[in-house]
């Protein structure tokens, strides 16, 4: 069983940056894989980013590649997601997920945050 808590949302301008943290309970966090996506206002959740287990292989969504930055601390048992030159289409509840394998695919991870919102305004 893993438990995931989002942070780090909130209200800031075009051009801006955010740091969302993902924080996880359980002693294996390591063997876990996290994804990141967002669920804009009358859309479909999306994938944004994830990150393998030890940090070795990640993968970004093209909307946010040279942008976004995932990375972990397996020590802390944190994900986390950098976001920089935000854009008021960013604008979203984001949300961490964690599974065995490593995936673009939301329908795969097992273990979801409650999310944390992202507003960018023009």
């Known amino acids: 069983q893993v438990q995931l808590i989002e942070s780090g949302g909130g209200l800031v301008q075009a051009g801006d940056s955010l740091r969302l943290s993902c924080a996880a309970s359980?002693?294996?966090?390591?063997?876990?894989?996290v994804g990141w996506f967002r669920q804009a206002p009358g859309k479909e959740r999306q994938f944004v980013a994830a990150?393998?287990?030890?940090?070795?292989?990640?993968y970004q969504a093209d909307s946010v590649k040279g942008r976004f930055t995932i990375s972990r601390d397996n020590a802390k048992n944190t994900v986390f997601l950098q976001m920089n030159s935000l854009k008021p289409e960013d604008t979203a509840v984001y949300y961490c997920?964690?599974?065995?394998?490593?995936?673009?695919?939301?329908?795969?991870?097992?273990?979801w945050g409650q999310g944390t919102q992202v507003t960018v305004s023009s």
């Open positions: 359980g002693r294996t966090f390591s063997r876990y894989s």
């Open positions: 997920a964690a599974d065995l394998r490593l995936t673009m695919a939301l329908n795969n991870y097992i273990y």
């Open positions: 990150i393998s287990g030890t940090g070795s292989t990640t």
